[in-house]
């Protein structure tokens, strides 16, 4: 038996704690974005804003990314040792990775707006940023479903 498959309940618990500490940051950094469209460029709040989004990303989305990351995919090396590799294909994880993709691509999008708060060229608006806050939850709760019920189990 292999590290990943002898370790795999420390794993799967890194894995959601790594998980909580991704969304919960991507779920704040947008609405820090709703306040930050309303800063006047160079002002106080402008420049508080910079800096906790900046923190944000750095202390906490984007370490909570990467350890998701690797501990998902242990826990895929260690399902494959178990079980073999065909689950790879069920409906439910092809919909788990999806979301995941999505939620890296939505990450890398949040972290080029701040760039451009950053340099004073945002175009969203604050009716943007308060309609797409809550996407990375959507994503959260199609991926939790569709692993832990039988929804798109065969």
């Known amino acids: 038996m292999s590290w990943f ?3 795999y309940d420390l ?3 890194i894995h959601i704690i790594a998980v909580i500490a991704w969304m919960a940051g991507m779920l704040y950094l947008p609405r820090l974005y ?11 709040l402008d420049t508080t804003l ?11 989305i984007n370490p909570a990314m990467i350890l998701t ?7 895929i090396a260690a399902d494959g040792q178990i079980r073999g590799w065909g689950f790879l294909l069920e409906p439910w994880m092809v919909t788990k990775l999806a979301g995941v993709i999505f939620l890296s691509g939505w990450h890398g999008f949040l972290a080029g707006a701040r760039k451009k708060f950053a340099a004073g060229t945002n175009q969203r608006s604050e009716k943007f940023w308060r309609a797409t806050n809550e996407l990375p939850f ?3 709760i199609i991926m939790v479903l569709a692993v832990t019920t039988e929804f798109l189990r065969r």
Do not use: D, F, N
């Open 138 to 140: 959507i994503a959260a």
């Open 69 to 75: 990351w690797l501990a998902g995919l242990s826990l």
């Open 5 to 7: 498959a002898e370790h």
């Open 11 to 13: 794993l799967r618990g």
């Open 34 to 44: 709703v306040y930050h469209t309303k800063a006047i460029p160079g002002g106080e």
């Open 50 to 60: 910079q800096t906790m989004e900046l923190k944000l990303l750095r202390m906490i």
